[in-house]
């Protein structure tokens, strides 16, 4: 468990996500905004199947990896944002990565903050590069995506194919000023994925 803060002094701790966590997610799912589920999961749905929540908490560490931020101050909340990769089975050095954070705490750092836990891990576990499918009206997934020194790589049905690379990317987030509390991330993470057990919360 990494503990950290938003920009706005805001405590918030990044934990693995675990199977454990569906109703966690469902929960932060719901609190997404219709706009913000459409432009995370290109669709209308209020909440998500439960097939999808189950692919989102069937998490191994190595062929899906994903983080998830709680508020450190507040017991039982649900979850702020989760961040996933999932390793491409024909380029198993590359991942399709993704993000989504509720609407509250949009313009907070919270995006950049699981970035930067996940492309350590991932790092870790051996992959050298993120795809990331935006949709063109996402413009702060598209500016955080092309701060991390993303590339257009094309378009698939309307949506914008991004790729990331990961190293490129780490070096861009220890070099940001605007958001204090990825000192925290870097200086934790060693620990945190070292002592990867399960954690109350």
């Known amino acids: 468990m990494i503990k950290t803060e938003l920009n706005d002094g805001t405590p918030v701790c990044i934990r693995r996500v675990r199977p454990g966590d569906e109703q966690r997610l469902k929960d932060g799912i719901a609190q997404l905004s219709p706009q913000s589920r459409y432009l995370r999961f290109f669709s209308g749905m209020r909440e998500a199947p439960p097939q999808v929540l189950r692919a989102l908490a069937s998490v191994d560490g190595h062929d899906h990896i994903a983080?998830?931020?709680?508020?450190?101050?507040?017991a039982d909340t649900p979850a702020l944002g989760v961040?996933?990769?999932?390793?491409?089975?024909?380029?198993?050095?590359?991942?399709?990565?993704?993000?989504?954070?509720?609407?509250?705490?949009?313009?907070?750092?919270?995006?950049?903050?699981?970035?930067?836990?996940?492309?350590?891990?991932c790092a870790r576990e051996g992959l050298a590069h993120f795809t990331v499918h935006i949709l063109p009206e996402n413009r702060p997934a598209l500016s955080l995506a092309r701060s991390l020194g993303a590339e257009g790589v094309g378009y698939d049905s309307g949506v914008s194919v991004l790729e990331i690379d990961i190293a490129e990317a780490l070096g861009a987030l220890r070099a940001e000023s605007d958001v204090p509390g990825l000192a925290a991330v870097f200086a934790q993470f060693d620990d945190a994925a070292?002592?990867?057990?399960?954690?109350s919360g």
């Open 194 to 199: 070292l002592g990867a057990g399960p954690t």
């Open 67 to 74: 983080w998830g931020a709680l508020r450190s101050d507040l």
């Open 83 to 121: 961040v996933h990769a999932f390793r491409d089975k024909d380029d198993p050095d590359g991942a399709e990565y993704s993000v989504a954070v509720v609407d509250d705490y949009h313009g907070r750092g919270l995006a950049r903050l699981l970035t930067a836990v996940l492309l350590l891990d």
